[in-house]
Each structure stands twice: as C-alpha cells, then as structure tokens.
C-alpha cells in the first residue's frame, strides 16, 4: 500500500503516524511544515526542528487553485457523469411524483457510472423553493401547476468535484414568466463567458453579471423609475441576485485559493467566493441566478427600503411562483478564454424536447 500510494501521488516519501517520531529523530531537518490542528497528539519533533504550522495550508491551496491535466481529466468525468445524471432527471420529471424520486434517479446514474460519491447533498428544489438557495428538503410532492424544478447536483469522481444546476419547466414548457427569466439568466451567463480567460478580475465579470441583471429586469418592468446606473449603485439588483457569480472547484465543491472577503460592507460583493484575478488552470464555476425569494424581496420593497422606489410590486406578483432560476457551469479558464467542461442542455429549446420526450 506504501509503494502505491507514493506512485499514485508522486510524493517522495509515506510514513505512517507511529513512524514519525523515530524518522525526526534520526534526521536533522531544520524545519517541518505542518498544518494546525492536523498533526497527530502522538507526534513529537526533535529538538533540533522548527515546525512551521502557518504557511503549509496556504501553500497547498494556493497550488490547488491551478489544475495539471490529470486533475481537469478527473473533473471533466465528473461533469460527464452528473451531465448523464441530469439528462435522466430531465426525462424523469413528467411522470415524478416527489422530488426525492429525482434525486435518487440522479445519484443512481452517477453511482453506476462510476461516481460513488456525491460532490454535495444534492438539491431538487420545485416551485417556489427554487428560490431558496440552498434548499435541504428534497421531499416536497410535486403538485400540478408547478411551474420549474431546480436541480443543483454533481457526482465526485476520484475526489474531484462536479457542480452543475439546471432549472427546467415541469410540464415540458416554459411559462411566459419562467421563459423571460430563463433566457435573462442565461444571457447573464453567456455575456460572462464573453468576458473569461486567465487574468481576468473576477470582480469585473460578477459586476458585469449585475450589469445584465438590471438590463433585463428594467425591460421586464420588475425594475423601474431609475437609470441602470442609479439601481446599479443602489444594489438594488442584489435583492434578486444575492450571491456570487461562481466559486473554485477541484478537490472541493467549493475548492481553496478563492479568497473570499465576507467582511466586505459592498452587498454586491460580500458573497463573492474568488476575489482578485483568476489565473490560467483554475476551473470555476459560472452560476448566475435571479431569484424571487419573498424573504428577500418582499423588505426590499416595502416603504423606507432604499429599493424600493425601483422595484414594481405589480410586476414582481406575476412572477413568484417562478420561484427562483440558476444555471450554472463548470469551467477551466485558459490563457485565451474558456472551456466549458459541462455538457447538461441548457438552451430553452433544447431542454423542451427533452423535456417532451419523457411525456
């Protein structure tokens, strides 16, 4: 097992715990780098050793945030996989009767295609619990007359990471409302993919994500009374689209190397999970959303909010029940732009006749 897991990982040297004693002190290392709160209470260190346990961790995720080929090969199994998995629950969702039936249809097809393991508790979302971001239940009886279903789900395969969402019509047809949102949030992806290659400044595409956000919101009419650039700095558009454009992936769903700042007092940002450029190698996801969480937008648009002089009550009553929309992809970023690792239909069309085909 020693000679495999040095082949398989490419290390030096695989030494179990209750070797590590006798090993430091029979060798004069000037320094051990170590990870806090990761090292065994039955290891001790020779006098003559530093341990370092403040710059290991973020060495490790710092390289993690650029993948070698082996590891883009991994997650573009993963998304293989769970973009089979998710064509399955496409076919499935006419004749399903509760939402755990297309989770276990999902985690079936990534089982038996080799993704034994889950990337994150799935999340089968219908009606208005779309709208609910990270929704738990995956329990509720899919009633007629609902309109979408969200499925955010992803296999693991060889410890990578796939995350993948789709929002689809239940009935195999887009209503008006779900139709318009749809195809606004999709723009809002496709116009950030325009923007993506190694260097760029993560900030900018997610701003640029907003920027389309209130474009399509104010020709919808849910937005109103004010320019794009006066809701822009409101943040009023954050009320519908409340977190972040996207996040590393790899090792974990919500891999390392992002450097998140929740502290930040900006609303538009304070969710973002990659602040700074993104450099060629990293794979990213691009999930943009627009959501009518009545948590949310109800505050927001009652009197003394600051948004709620751009907001159209009138308007937002059509479009609850389309709970909320999110389309999201798996993506490694090149020197040049993108490549886009996730193969699950997306386009309005294409996902109808899926859709049609399981009625």
């Known amino acids: 097992?020693?000679?495999?897991?040095?082949?398989?990982?490419?290390?030096?040297?695989?030494?179990?715990?209750?070797?590590?004693?006798?090993?430091?002190?029979?060798?004069?290392t000037q320094t051990v780098l170590a990870i806090d709160k990761q090292v065994s209470d039955t290891t001790t260190f020779s006098t003559t050793s530093a341990l370092d346990i403040a710059h290991l961790r973020t060495a490790i995720e710092e390289c993690r945030v650029i993948k070698d080929a082996h590891e883009i090969a991994l997650i573009r199994r993963a998304n293989h996989i769970s973009s089979l998995a998710h064509l399955d629950v496409f076919r499935a969702v006419a004749t399903a009767k509760n939402e755990r039936e297309l989770e276990a249809i999902f985690v079936s097809r990534c089982m038996s295609l080799g993704a034994r393991n889950q990337a994150y508790s799935s999340i089968l979302a219908s009606g208005t619990d779309a709208a609910t971001l990270h929704y738990v239940r995956n329990n509720k009886a899919i009633e007629a007359g609902t309109l979408n279903l969200l499925i955010d789900a992803g296999g693991e395969y060889s410890c990578y990471a796939a995350d993948i969402t789709r929002t689809f019509p239940i009935n195999g047809k887009f209503s008006r409302e779900s139709e318009s949102i749809y195809r606004l949030v999709l723009r809002m992806q496709m116009e950030c993919y325009g923007m993506m290659r190694g260097g760029m400044l993560w900030e900018d595409v997610h701003a640029h994500a907003h920027r389309v956000a209130i474009d399509g919101l104010l020709k919808l009419g849910i937005l109103y009374n004010g320019t794009p650039e006066e809701i822009f700095a409101a943040r009023t558009s954050t009320v519908f689209f409340p977190h972040g454009l996207g996040h590393m992936l790899g090792l974990d769903t919500h891999d390392s190397g992002g450097h998140a700042d929740y502290s930040d007092p900006d609303p538009m940002f304070r969710y973002l999970r990659i602040r700074g450029k993104v450099p060629a190698g990293a794979v990213v996801t691009n999930e943009p959303g627009i959501y009518f969480c009545r948590f949310m937008v109800a505050p927001a648009m009652k009197e003394g909010?600051?948004?709620?002089?751009?907001?159209?009550?009138?308007?937002?009553?059509?479009y609850w029940a389309v709970g909320g929309v999110r389309i999201e992809d798996d993506v490694l970023i090149t020197e040049e732009g993108y490549e886009n690792l996730t193969e699950a239909e997306k386009t309005v069309e294409g996902m109808e006749k899926l859709l049609q085909e399981g009625i």
């Open 1 to 28: 097992m020693r000679t495999n897991t040095k082949a398989r990982y490419d290390v030096d040297e695989v030494l179990t715990t209750d070797e590590l004693n006798s090993f430091f002190a029979s060798h004069s």
């Open 305 to 318: 909010s600051k948004h709620a002089k751009y907001i159209d009550k009138s308007v937002v009553e059509k």
